[in-house]
């Protein structure tokens, strides 16, 4: 289920349905079922599993200390620096990675310079 997460700008309605389908996993793994009644953290806890939504965030972040230590001539840090001619949509505009992962990085009081260092 993480595969490719680290580039996905992820909402709070789409966190909600991988946190739903990883419980679903959890559950029929302990085989059990929804019918009776164990609440999620005691899957989480026989299982010593992390929750999905931290896992995503924490793949995010690195993937981000990886785009910030490339090159500016790297591709994916070109791509950063683009600007794309034309209508906007109406209405709120849509929830970007770069936006996702400032929200990340607030939550968790870091900083961007952090990215450069690798030994802490």
Not at 47 to 55: A, T
Not at 113 to 119: A, E, G, L, P
Request: charged share 35%; hydrophobic share 40%.
């Amino acid at each position: 289920m993480l595969y490719g997460s680290e580039c996905w700008p992820i909402t709070k309605a789409l966190a909600n349905k991988v946190e739903v389908a990883e419980l679903r996993m959890l559950r029929w793994t302990c085989g059990k079922t929804w019918l009776d009644m164990i609440p999620n953290g005691v899957y989480r806890a026989q299982l010593e599993v992390e929750s999905i939504i931290n896992k995503m965030r924490e793949v995010r972040l690195r993937w981000f200390g990886h785009v910030r230590r490339r090159p500016q001539s790297a591709p994916v840090r070109r791509v950063e620096s683009l600007v794309v001619d034309g209508l906007r949509r109406i209405g709120r505009p849509k929830l970007r990675w770069e936006d996702r992962v400032k929200h990340d990085m607030n939550e968790l009081f870091l900083s961007e310079d952090m990215t450069s260092d690798r030994n802490e």
